[in-house]
């Protein structure tokens, strides 16, 4: 099928409790023709592809069929201020906790247990089960009406069966006599008949399942509160000019409208200290903006008229007028956060596993638990403790660690690296990264600015160093060259305001020439100023040719300037290397990483760049068409290559390493190629995203590694007696809030690049 012929949808899921009700629904909705779903547990989300024109209500009508619902997503505004969910939970734990807490105290302390206190503890706890436990009762029901069994089902089976057997106990057994006494203990005491109760296990695992659910889902707000806060970063109005008819010079007035009614073209005012309403060009005005909250660079940004702003940057400085170039869902924050979104919807190869293991978990638990009662019945014991050994195999066993493992992960991950300027494209690309020893780095406008600057100026003995740049930025100026305009950038940028030339010539491919402050000026090549009779000599000049030399052995552009019938200066021009570079080889390094220069300046320029960031690896003269076979052949090598380029010459390369990395200042060709992109364009941005997404991969590990070996620890505890259910349902409670608080340390992943650092 191709890309034109399908469309993405997504839908809010409700009702789901663990990793099975997602693996199940998502099997439920892969059944249907033309239709590819994943469901995310932690964003409580199912992103699906459907042929075009496909009716979303279909999608609707199969998830209810699964006994769940379904709806279009909310603003993520909307999300956060109306969960009932979250409230609910809140109200039935509280209820909980007031009525089980004297229930535990109770059956823990035989001292307490006063004459017919089992009969208040069945008061105490019939509310706990039946109302604050409503929600599992409910999910199981409906699960157990679709044939399905998750985490519910052994919460509700296990509850039940300790509550109901209380219920028997007390008015069909030994157990309602008014001077009942029996202790507590940590594991599973064999007794007979039935003359004990298990009122505190059934309140008690209640309890703890509640408070984990409950913390759980206040965590996993949490973990996507960075996309919410991404989102919420734009202004929500703006004042826009429109013409005003009355005024006979035709200024504008301003009119305040809600952002979402502007349109590309209309222009509007931002004054010191409002956010950018959306990406536009400057028209007039000049200011400082900081741009920190979209690319976590905390130096503002000068900016002026023709200067490209980007929508929620804020305005530091004076007014601007900006015409609006891009809105809604076209800029460059919705852009972030679809990206953002996308990586914490997917699913990376370990999540998949998880997956798998849940789908099959419950059924085998289930089992187990039946295996455990025949199996203390066979052996002797009474009824009592084979039924309260089966019933922690149930408790102790549910998957909820395992379905929070890794999304919860890439929840927190994700949004922090957005924070950073860094957006990560889909979650199978932390485990590239975590493999990757070579990064392959573009030269120019990755490693360098990629704009030509003056780095030196070299007068002639008695020539003054000001008066040589002062003349030649003023004929510079009038031309449009690059070379030209860094050279009068960096003189207006020294000197302040330069005179204007008259009698301007641009002699094609030599250089320029005019009269400045009434001196015949000549800027370019040596053969223009031969031309003039001033010569470059070594015997006359041995101070400029020798500059001169110099500078073209370095891969330097050297311009010569002259006037008054002699060579008075030299002039040099490069690209240089960003201020940071030097700094993120060096981190790269410690990542493991080998640097490769690649680019397709000669051997000359490519050497004197290397050298300057201590890169011993160099391949120059490389055409942009062959840049592909240069990642190629160190791939058939046997290296694992991330590349790093900001062109569209770039954007083949990127596709083809096994981790593309985008400078977010390049081109939307290079972007859309790449796994990662860094909205700065500043390689330690790269070392950022490499270190923050091996961190979080190392994350799910760790909670994977937790949530296996809890359970495979504890389900043989269970069996062999060893677990009070009631401990077993706070172990099991505290397993799925170890796995959102393990994944929320992410949040607090800060660069390893201090701005003091970089040099």
């Not at 044939?147 to 069966?161: E, F, H, P, Q």
């Not at 305005?315 to 809604?328: D, F, H, P």
């Not at 311009?559 to 060579?567: L, Y």
Request: charged residues 20%; glycine residues 10%.
């Amino acid at each position: 099928m191709t890309t034109s012929a399908v469309s993405n949808l997504e839908l809010d899921i409700a009702g789901m409790t663990c990793a099975s009700c997602a693996a199940r629904l998502e099997k439920a909705l892969n059944k249907l023709d033309g239709v590819t779903a994943t469901v995310n547990f932690a964003l409580e989300r199912a992103s699906v592809t459907v042929p075009a024109g496909y009716d979303p209500q279909s999608l609707v009508v199969e998830v209810e069929k699964a006994g769940y619902s379904a709806v279009m997503p909310q603003s993520h505004a909307e999300a956060a201020g109306d969960d009932h969910e979250l409230a609910s939970l809140r109200n039935r734990l509280i209820a909980a906790i007031v009525l089980a807490t004297p229930v535990i105290a109770m059956a823990m302390i035989p001292a307490w247990e006063f004459r017919n206190w089992q009969w208040a503890s069945l008061a105490l706890a019939a509310p706990v089960v039946l109302w604050a436990g409503w929600p599992f009762h409910a999910a199981a029901w409906t699960n157990l009406k679709h044939g399905a069994a998750t985490m519910d089902t052994l919460v509700s089976i296990g509850t039940l069966s300790a509550f109901l057997w209380s219920v028997y106990a007390l008015f069909f057994g030994t157990a309602g006599h008014r001077h009942l006494h029996h202790g507590f203990s940590l594991t599973v005491t064999p007794s007979v008949g039935a003359g004990d109760i298990y009122l505190e296990v059934a309140a008690g695992v209640t309890l703890f399942v509640l408070a984990g659910r409950y913390f759980e889902t206040r965590s996993k707000r949490r973990a996507g509160a960075a996309l919410r806060a991404l989102v919420e970063l734009g202004a929500k109005d703006v004042a826009v000019l429109r013409p005003d008819f009355l005024r006979p010079d035709g200024a504008g007035i301003e009119i305040r409208i809600p952002v979402e009614q502007l349109k590309v073209g209309d222009e509007f005012v931002v004054r010191p200290g409002e956010k950018i309403a959306t990406d536009g060009v400057v028209v007039s005005g000049s200011s400082a903006v900081d741009a920190s909250m979209l690319t976590g660079e905390s130096v503002p940004i000068e900016v002026g008229e023709g200067d490209v702003v980007t929508g929620a940057t804020v305005n530091a400085g004076g007014r601007l007028v900006v015409r609006a170039t891009r809105v809604g869902a076209d800029t460059q924050l919705a852009q972030m956060a679809r990206l953002v979104e996308n990586a914490q919807s997917g699913k990376a190869k370990v999540q998949r596993l998880a997956d798998r293991v849940s789908a099959v978990f419950v059924p085998i638990v289930i089992a187990i638990a039946v295996v455990t009662l025949v199996g203390w019945l066979v052996a002797g014991f009474p009824v009592a403790a084979a039924f309260t050994a089966a019933v922690a195999v149930l408790i102790i066993a549910c998957p909820c660690a395992l379905g929070l493992a890794t999304p919860t992960a890439l929840l927190v991950g994700t949004g922090r690296a957005a924070q950073l300027g860094v957006l990560i494209k889909g979650p199978e690309v932390l485990e590239s990264t975590r493999k990757v020893d070579t990064i392959v780095l573009d030269k120019t406008g990755t490693v360098t600015t990629g704009k030509m600057t003056l780095v030196d100026v070299i007068a002639a003995p008695g020539t003054d160093r000001a008066a040589v740049l002062r003349w030649a930025g003023a004929l510079e100026n009038a031309s449009e060259h690059p070379v030209a305009q860094a050279i009068a950038k960096a003189a207006a940028a020294e000197l302040g305001s330069l005179p204007a030339p008259e009698g301007f010539t641009n002699v094609q491919g030599k250089g320029v020439q005019g009269t400045v402050d009434g001196h015949a000026v000549v800027v370019g090549r040596e053969s223009l100023l031969a031309d003039w009779g001033q010569y470059l000599d070594a015997g006359l000049t041995p101070t400029l040719c020798e500059a001169k030399l110099r500078a073209e052995s370095e891969g330097k552009t050297a311009v010569a300037v002259g006037w008054d019938g002699s060579a008075r200066g030299i002039l040099v021009i490069a690209d240089t290397v960003k201020p940071t570079s030097a700094e993120a080889i060096r981190q790269f390094k410690r990542l493991g990483l080998t640097p490769v220069l690649l680019t397709g300046d000669n051997q000359i320029v490519a050497d004197r760049i290397a050298g300057e960031l201590r890169i011993a690896h160099v391949i120059a003269e490389v055409l942009p068409a062959d840049k592909v076979a240069v990642v190629q052949r160190l791939q058939s090598d046997g290296k694992v290559v991330a590349m790093v380029g900001d062109g569209v010459n770039d954007a083949a390369a990127l596709a083809s390493a096994d981790l593309g990395i985008a400078m977010g200042t390049g081109t939307d060709v290079a972007i859309e190629a790449a796994d990662l992109t860094l909205v700065r364009g500043d390689l330690c941005a790269a070392v950022d995203a490499i270190r923050l997404s091996r961190k979080t991969l190392a994350t799910i590990k760790m909670n994977l590694f937790w949530a296996f070996g809890y359970n495979a620890a504890a389900i043989p505890l269970a069996a062999l007696g060893l677990l009070n259910p009631m401990l077993a349902g706070a172990a099991m409670a505290f397993s799925s809030v170890f796995v959102v608080g393990n994944s929320l340390r992410l949040r607090s992943f800060t660069s390893a690049i201090r701005p003091g650092d970089m040099g």
